[in-house]
Nanobody
Framework: VQLQASGGGLVQAGGSLRLSCAASGSILGYYVIGWFRQAPGKVREGVSCASSSDGSTYYLDSVKGRFTISRDNAKNMMYLQMDSLKPEDTAVYYC????????????????WGKGTLVTVSS
């Protein structure tokens, strides 16, 4: 399965973006989905995760209340709604999923998409 993230761009602080991630095949059997990001000069970090196995979700503390993860199995899509964006959210964002993960947070993803750049101006 291949993943392709899209929806990044340049936005002013306080604005919103919705990232999308399209899978080339069915995502039904992939219980954990996640979004990660990597800012320049920094290590990659987990932003959000959702498990259809146990219903758990995870959000990085700095994005809680602003970001929402979701999936649409019928469309083989996952999303990250990002509101009230801040300059510190600037990063390349990656989608990922795992067939074997059970609960969130989860980092040992099986498939990764190419990133999409989000730039938040102050």
């Amino acid at each position: 399965v291949q993943l392709q993230a899209s929806g990044g761009g340049l936005v002013q602080a306080g604005g919103s973006l919705r990232l999308s991630c399209a899978a080339s095949g069915s995502i039904l059997g992939y219980y954990v989905i996640g979004w990660f990001r990597q800012a320049p000069g920094k290590v990659r970090e987990g932003v959000s995760c959702a498990s259809s196995s146990d219903g758990s979700t995870y959000y990085l503390d700095s994005v809680k209340g602003r970001f929402t993860i979701s999936r649409d199995n019928a469309k083989n899509m996952m999303y990250l709604q990002m509101d009230s964006l801040k300059p510190e959210d600037t990063a390349v964002y990656y989608c990922a999923m795992s067939r074997y993960g059970v609960t969130c947070p989860y980092y040992d993803m099986d498939y990764w998409g190419k990133g999409t750049l989000v730039t938040v101006s102050s």
